[in-house]
């Protein structure tokens, strides 16, 4: 093989792709699984990369630079696009200058979302085409063959994965950059300017578009057939797309499979004549029934089946396609797997030993306040011993949340508090905290600040001073941007020193005025300095009253009866002593 | 194989997954899983196989219970695993959470330690003992590695993984200059060393 090839993640390979395409611009805001998208894209020469507060911002972004002429990529997670779906869906009608090309990284089993959502109803309601890679050679292919559809058919396009598809590698061949010739802007109101007057040819326009892109999705060379030599069920054929591709084509060894790579619009006359002469097609697809439901649409007189094979929620796998291959053709070898052990202790994930947000949801938990959540690894406090999050419904939502429980119940006023990190702050939070200013909210908005965006990975944000490409920037402070708003009370604070975060949390829910606290602490896995001190408990003072277990702090823990500081956990965050009424956790040499 | 109801030709690709060798990593977050499986899929890639590597990000990575897995062989399709041939688990627990995944004739190298959950703690439960009776008596096919103690004698705590990949490479059929290539790709450049060290004394075991 004379072509240079690596392993790559699907997110990797997206990049790989759009670099190969010829991107010159790319914007996002990181959330698993597409984060790695932009970080790879990034490191390419020629290519412009950002991190933008939000994905509405981050998509308004790529159609500027579209209609620049520049070929541009959007990442984001399902949930994203909700955030950008504003702009989204009028972007169909505009179109693009330079090919654009969105990427929706969908989490089926919700592995690290808040719910499980199909986005390609998305490309549906919008009218845009929407491709679904199976592997990192496929999301390279897509993305290219994306920006080719984009600038054919003025249109923006989707690129679908799901979080296998992102996060597993597989070899991927590496092709030499395209030498593109960006085109020159030129003014055209009646294409970006959307007024009504505008907007209704460009509607006209955007049917017939989607009429040509049914032709076109007949005849894309990303179909595939699979037909085996000798076919074990001639009158069986199964329809797939995606990941759920590679479970098939692994289990269902004997049959015709008809693998799509356009999903929308879909390709009705390769489906009718894929379908003739079977007597049921299979739709084998994750979430929902997408495929199915518009196949069964079609009237192939053929039976169509999906999800009662297939469940409607999590991932499909290996162990599900071989239960559905057991239900139509009998056994398949060695049942999945063996009854699960012994129960075995859960190992959830927690916030880090030293995490500084930790100390806040301690002081809150202890002052039994409603806390209205958010995303990010302080929603993690949910869990036990903190129990200290009442809710988590989206990016931003949580000051929001708080101003209408004390709409809808002034009696619970200094009992309520939300909770929002800085980088969410800065994606959704800002509108929130205006939105409390002007319709006068009294609660107590606490900004768990610590310099960057934890959960993804420490992606960089506004209030870091330094953007995705390492170039030094000022710093926007969430405090600054409160006292702009007109919020009077504000407090910076340590949330390591226990005592007078508790004494400021306190007075400010007294207050009869809105209030923000900026808890600040650099995040614990990215303090430069190493260990300062080191903390133990006596065991002579101690009690085993086990209050110091209700912080929750991995490092401390119980062996053989005995409570004890792990010395390789422990970051000497310095809070615990303060825990402890009875004085039994001291520094060394103390 | 027993009975098959249907007809299914031999040569319809039925015996094409048991060509593949599929590999279980797991472990807590922050042990190198991640890594782990990185150059194990990038060592079979060397030795001229397909290889599909898969694992999830995000929450898992804080403290979590984490697993990754690597498949390899001629083709491969689903990047995650059925039941595997190999498990390494780089704790005990995690051993013993993961046991029921393993084919009967498969092999699974568990490193002697134990990293209690935090969660444990906070409801007043102890860590499992006798942890290596438990997975014995899954009947799974095992052997128990002192790879953390090894790893503390050559001076560098965090090598476990490569220490157990080290053990792992004497059952797989993979060229010795294919792992150390992919050692030398996948870490910084710094801990080159210190991981040929660690690979080179898991494979004594």
Known sequence: MNTKSKLLTGNEAIARGAWEAGVTVAAAYPGTPSTEILESLSTYDQVYAQWSVNEKVALEIASGASMEGARTLVAMKHVGLNVAADPFMTLAYTGVGGGLVIVTADDPAMHSSQNEQDNRYYALMAKVPLLEPSDSQEAKQYVIEAFRLSEKYDTPVLLRTTTRVSHSKSEVELLPRLDRIKPEYAKDSSKYVMIPGYGRPRRTNLINRWNRLAAHAENSPLHYIYRPACSQAPEVGMVTSGISYQYAREVFTGIDILKLGITCPLPQKLIQGFARGKKLLLVAEELEPFLEDQIKALGLGVEVAGKQYFPQQGELSLAIMKEAYTQLFGSRGQSPFSPAPQEVPSRPPVLCAGCSHRPVFYVLHKLKVRVMGDIGCYSLAVLPPLNAMDSLLCMGAGVGQALGMEKANPDIKGKVVSVIGDSTFFHSGITSLVDSVYNQGTGVIIILDNRTTAMTGHQANPGMGSTLQKEQVPVVLPEKIAEAAGVKNIQVVDPYQLEQLEKVIKKELARDELSVIVCRQECVLLKKEGIQERFFIDQAVCRDCGVCLKFGCPAIQVRKGKYLIDGIMCTSCGVCPSLCKFGAIKREGR | ?205
């Not at chain 2, 797991?26 to 196989?49: K, S, T």
């Not at chain 2, 694992?55 to 990575?61: F, K, L, P, R």
């Not at chain 2, 060229?175 to 996948?186: A, D, F, G, K, M």
């Open chain 2, 1 to 205: 194989m027993e009975d098959r109801k249907t007809c299914i030709p031999q040569n319809a690709g039925q015996d094409i997954q048991e060509d593949i060798v599929s590999v279980l990593l797991a472990g807590v977050g922050g042990q190198g899983i991640i890594l782990a499986a990185a150059i194990l899929a990038e060592a079979a890639r060397l030795g001229g196989l397909e290889v599909k590597q898969s694992e999830i990000h995000g929450m898992s990575q804080r403290g979590g219970s984490v697993v990754s897995s690597v498949r390899l062989g001629r083709q491969v399709f689903s990047p995650t695993i059925d039941r595997a041939d190999f498990i390494v688990a780089l704790e005990k627990l995690e051993a013993l959470r993961y046991a029921h995944r393993l084919k009967k004739a498969g092999l699974m190298l568990i490193s002697d330690y134990e990293i209690a959950p935090v969660s444990l703690f906070t409801s007043k439960q102890q860590y499992p003992s006798h942890l290596e009776d438990k997975i014995a008596k899954t009947g799974v096919n095992c052997q128990l590695v002192d790879a953390q103690q090894a790893a503390c004698q050559i001076g560098h705590p965090k090598t476990v993984n490569v220490i157990m990949l080290g053990v792992l490479s004497r059952h797989m059929d993979l060229s010795l200059q294919c792992w150390l290539q992919s050692i030398e790709q996948n870490v910084p450049l710094k801990a080159v060393d210190i991981n040929l060290e660690a690979f080179r004394r898991g494979r004594q075991y």
